[in-house]
Every structure is written in structure tokens, then in C-alpha cells.
């Protein structure tokens, strides 16, 4: 072979893994990033808590701001009245406070990348509280204020017991990410199979305040994910989940519609239909919780069922316009035998659709 032609081949070579370095450098569609992540512990009791300054890599990322807090022994219990910074518009995605203190996931959307900014948290209550922001890449740009990107939500509490939270995904490749609070004691958190600790906070109050996520996207809409902890198992908690959404492929943008059906020891196994711009059906889980994913804009009419039950409302209107629409909620609606015995004491039996003493 001559000179020229060992060049020849080398340079072909050469430039082939040129190509080939650069395929495997593009990021895959649909495939959400963590960016910015940063945390502020206030152990000193505050109405505000504030994120250090921190900076992102690009535009169009999703930016969600953690929020929990201690709660008071008695009166009103604790809630995030706002979120603002960094010249963004902050709404909130979920709170869970039925427990003492608050656990709550607040969003925003930037389309530009930001610099050296702050985000700040304006609680109800002098206390103690811990806030983290993640920003995301390569999520659903559509909608207002991170709308798009923003799928299903999960809410857990209980007084005792070991924190869990369930939501089913609306979109694959789904990102499931949770935020809780523990107002019994200072302990560190057990996660659960596949999930990690983002951050936790042992607070010199007494409470452990804390994010999780899944490692990694979940790859099928329709899954139900659970953020949760083997431990503690004995203490009162607070925990918000959320599913931050990838772009969408080809073909234009899709959304979800998802709710609960309350309480949950009724509303599992309930089959809810949906009609209008496309028809489908869902059954709620274990948690109350159901959802319809792949939705174009349009308007849809939510209808639970379920023999025996009576839910209120009957049926629910839904527009989707350019974001998925969450708290889709219904109750079971109970009612109450009463009457008199004439003889006090005496224990009176029901039995039938349910039972009692």
C-alpha cells in the first residue's frame, strides 16, 4: 500500500470516529436532566427561607422548589404562602399538611438560563424549615409557568407509619420525585427499593424534613410509582410526590388528565371513563389515585363508577389546553343510620353493604 493510501485510510477512520463521538454526545429526545441542585437548612425558626444563590446551564429547564416545615402543637398548622425569585412566576403543584407541619412542591419555568439568583420561600408560621430547588432539562416546554412539564401528583400522610406516597405516570420516560416532613423526630430516612435521598434535613427542632426521587425515569406512561421509606416506621409524616414530564417525540405535544377518589378504602378499584375528544378508561389504585395519558387539547367529561358508591361530583368537565390538568378529584359520598335504642347500653349490629357495632 502506498503512503498516500495509509493516509487515506487513516484520515476515513479518523473522521468516522469524529461522527461517531458525536452521536454519542447528542442527547437522547425525550430524556429529562438534573441541573441545578441546591439546598438551605433554616433551623432558625423564619417566615422565609432562601436557596443559596445558584446558577443554570441553559433555557427552557423546569425548576421546582421543595418546601417543609415545622407545624404548630395546636391552631392553624403551616403552609407555603409563596414562592418568588430569580424573575420567575411560581404556582404550586402539591401541598400535604393534614399532619403537623407542611411538605409542598412549588414550579416555575425558565426560558433563558439564569445566573447567580435565589429562590425564596414566605411560610405561615414562625418555624423551622428546610427548601431545595432542582432545575431539569429536556422537559416539556408547553403550557405556562412549567405547566407542560408537570404530570401526575401523590400525597401520603399517616400518624404513625412509614412514609409512602403512590401516583401512576401519564408520559414515558417520567421522572417521580417527593418531599416530606417528619414532625416526631431528628432520624435519617430509609428509602425504599431504587429511590435516593436528594437531601435531608435533621432539624435541631426535633423533625427530619427531606426530598427523594427515583434513580432513574420511569420508561412506560401508566406505571405506578411509589416514593417511600422502610423507615422510620413509628413517627407522623407529611410527603408530596410529582412527575416531571419529558418533551414529547414527534407528532406534536400530549397531556394528562389524573385525580383521586377519596378515601382511598373506598375508592380503589374504582373504574373511571373518560369521553369527549378521546374515550378511555382507568381504575383508581391501592391510593385512590388514577390517570389518563397521551391527550390532545380538547374536552373531555371525567365519570367514576363503581357498584354501591355514589361519588361527588357525578362527572366532571376537563378542558386540555397546551397542559395536563391534575386534582381531578371525587369523593365518596356516606351517609348515617341513627336512631334509639330505648335501653341504655345496648350495643346495636349493622350488617350488609358494610358492618359495624
Known sequence: MKLRDIRNFFGL????????????????????????????????TSRTVSTPAFSTASGNELLLAFVSADGPTSGTNTTVSSVAGAGLTWVLVKRTNTQLGTAEIWRAFAASPLNNVTVTATLSQTVASLITLMSFTGVDTSGTNGSGAIGATGTGNANPGAPTATLITTRNNSWVFGVGNDWDKAITRTPGPNQTIVHQMLATVGDTYWVQRQNAATPLSGTSVTINDTAPTSDRYNLSIVEALP???????????????????????TVVALSGTSSATATADGSGNYSFGGLANGSYTVTPTKTGLTFSPTSQPVTINGASATGVNFAVQTWTI????????????????????
Do not use: C, K, Y
Open 13 to 44: 477512520r479518523f473522521h468516522l470516529l469524529m461522527l461517531v463521538g458525536l452521536f454519542l454526545a447528542i442527547p437522547s429526545r425525550g430524556a429529562i436532566g438534573i441541573d441545578a441542585t441546591v439546598w438551605r437548612e433554616q433551623n432558625t
Open 247 to 269: 418533551a414529547t417525540g414527534g407528532g406534536g405535544s400530549t397531556f394528562a388528565i389524573s385525580g383521586t377518589i377519596s378515601p382511598a378504602s373506598l375508592g380503589s378499584g
Open 338 to 357: 341513627s336512631g334509639t335504642a330505648g335501653i341504655g347500653g345496648a350495643t346495636v349490629t349493622l350488617s350488609g353493604t358494610s358492618s359495624g357495632t
